[in-house]
């Protein structure tokens, strides 16, 4: 599967951008999608995930009630919403997917944000994209 990320830039403090993940496969029902960021010198954590084909979504607390992850499968896109924005928020924010299929995982939020969970848990990643917010 690939992943390919796009809407990353220059935001200011307050406003709001879009990034998107589209995946080459079309499947993307049987899949949970997982938004993760790096800042420098930081771990990798998990943002946002999404169980697509149950439509659960869930949220690492700090981006609860900014942050609003959403999917449309005709597109195999995954979007993820980014609104009042922080200087905090500034990290490459990579997309991820891990096939659910047959397995007995059926909600991403008990398998996306726990520390070393990006290792342990996704295994198709995009390149990542660039968020910064200014102040």
């Known amino acids: 599967v690939q992943l390919v990320e796009s809407g990353g830039g220059l935001g200011q403090t307050g406003g709001s951008l879009r990034l998107s993940c589209t995946a080459s496969e079309d499947r993307i029902d049987e899949y949970a999608i997982g938004w993760f960021r790096q800042a420098p010198g930081k771990a990798r954590e998990g943002v946002s995930c999404?169980?697509?084909?149950?439509?659960?979504?869930s949220y690492e607390d700090s981006v609860k009630g900014s942050f609003t992850i959403s999917s449309d499968s005709a597109k195999n896109t995954v979007y993820l919403q980014m609104n009042s924005l922080e200087p905090g928020d500034t990290a490459v924010y990579y997309c991820s997917a891990t096939f659910l299929g047959g397995g007995g995982r059926s909600d991403c939020a008990a398998f996306t944000f726990y520390s070393g969970s990006y290792f342990s848990e996704y295994d198709y990643w995009g390149q990542g994209t660039q968020v910064t917010v200014s102040s």
């Open positions: 999404i169980t697509v084909g149950s439509d659960r979504s």
